[in-house]
Nanobody
Framework: QVQLVESGGGLVQAGGSLRLSCAVS????????MAWYRQAPGKARDLVAR???????NYADSVKGRFTISRDNAKNTVYLQMNSLKPEDTAVFYC???????????????????WGQGTQVTVSS
């Protein structure tokens, strides 16, 4: 069974840093795009950053220059380094991965997006 296991959330003061990790466990054929989303209380879940299997990245405007997404393909793990944190960054952060599970006999790829369980990030002023 494929799971995404997140770690690294917590409480930090404004201006501080945190590093989130998300590891894919289970048998997979490939891990394609990986991303971090966040959801603040009463708000929608929004994309924070995305990285493809080749390392190309894109970021939400609100985190550009402060957050860095990276990945270790050998470990099927994605990271989010968060610097200069602000109180408005407070949210539950979710890892997302587009995973190819297997190939059928006819060559069709079978896969699905997966979500982590979420990790709380709280930034105090």
């Amino acid at each position: 069974q494929v799971q995404l296991v997140e770690s690294g959330g917590g409480l930090v003061q404004a201006g501080g840093s945190l590093r989130l990790s998300c590891a894919v466990s289970g048998s997979v054929l490939s891990v394609n795009d990986m991303a971090w989303y966040r959801q603040a209380p009463g708000k929608a879940r929004d994309l924070v950053a995305r990285i493809d299997s080749g390392g190309r990245t894109n970021y939400a405007d609100s985190v550009k220059g402060r957050f860095t997404i990276s990945r270790d393909n050998a470990k099927n793990t994605v990271y989010l380094q968060m610097n200069s944190l602000k109180p408005e960054d407070t949210a539950v952060f979710y890892c997302n991965a587009d995973i190819t599970l297997r190939m059928t006999a006819s060559g069709r790829l079978i896969g699905s997006p997966y979500w982590g369980q979420g990790t709380q990030v709280t930034v105090s002023s």
